[in-house]
T-cell receptor, first 115, second 114 residues
Framework: QQQVKQSPQSLIVQKGGIPIINCAYE??????FPWYQQFPGKGPALLIA?????SEKKEGRFTISFNKSAKQFSLHIMDSQPGDSATYFC??????????????FGQGTELSVKP | GAGVSQSPSNKVTEKGKDVELRCDPI?????LYWYRQSLGQGLEFLIY????????KSGLPSDRFSAERTGGSVSTLTIQRTQQEDSAVYLC????????????FGEGSRLTVL
């Protein structure tokens, strides 16, 4: 119940394409779903996050879609650029579950955007 | 700098030796986390400190691993009798409070056990 399953493991798209990364969870106590972006040699950094009271959130070229009934959420990157090449992690946490801010991370998706 | 600082950035040690990894969180951040990232793997939760509360140690993989946080600030992760499977990047993160959700990560300490 603590797992967050992420797919695909790797993804290659052409510049301008729309990569989609999917995550699924089991624990219905989760109520916060962030995405983190990690460049080689750096720590992950928060990209965008959503709470389950909305089904979609957009920030610039990045969109999270959230399906509460299916316990799934996904990241879409519009008009992808080579500079978006990085590893992306979905995560989940549940304050109401007394987990504080502890995040459970997915396995990561290595995205490569070709020029 | 204003970010999370970790040291050393790289550590090579021999199997069986003890290692200490240090994390200096962002000033004022009450929550501190340690995660482990193995090659090609996700981020594995190790331990979480929040203020003066007892730490959440549920992710520590064995009793060879321990961590402390002194004075609510700097934290040290200690691995005793290191094994080759301990080789990984150890990431520290801090947050203003658990309720804000955003974790700020350091660049990690890369540990290689020969």
């Amino acid at each position: 119940q603590q797992q967050v399953k992420q797919s695909p493991q790797s993804l290659i798209v052409q510049k301008g394409g729309i990569p989609i990364i999917n995550c699924a969870y089991e624990n219905t106590a989760f109520d916060y779903f962030p995405w983190y972006q990690q460049f080689p040699g750096k720590g992950p950094a928060l990209l965008i996050a959503i709470r389950p009271d909305v089904s979609e959130k957009k920030e610039g070229r990045f969109t999270i879609s959230f399906n509460k009934s299916a316990k799934q959420f996904s990241l879409h990157i519009m008009d992808s650029q080579p500079g978006d090449s990085a590893t992306y992690f979905c995560a989940a946490s549940g304050r109401e579950y007394n987990q504080g801010g502890k995040l459970i991370f997915g396995q990561g998706t290595e995205l490569s955007v070709k020029p | 700098g204003a970010g999370v600082s970790q040291s050393p950035s790289n550590k090579v040690t021999e199997k069986g030796k003890d290692v200490e990894l240090r994390c200096d969180p962002i000033s004022g951040h009450t929550a501190l986390y340690w995660y482990r990232q193995s090659l090609g793997q996700g981020l594995e939760f190790l331990i979480y400190f929040q203020g003066n509360s007892a730490p959440d140690k549920s992710g520590l993989p064995s009793d060879r691993f321990s961590a402390e946080r002194t004075g609510g600030s700097v934290s040290t992760l200690t691995i005793q009798r290191t094994q080759q499977e301990d080789s990984a990047v150890y990431l520290c993160a801090s947050s203003l409070s658990p309720r804000t959700g955003e974790l700020f990560f350091g660049e990690g300490s890369r540990l290689t056990v020969l």
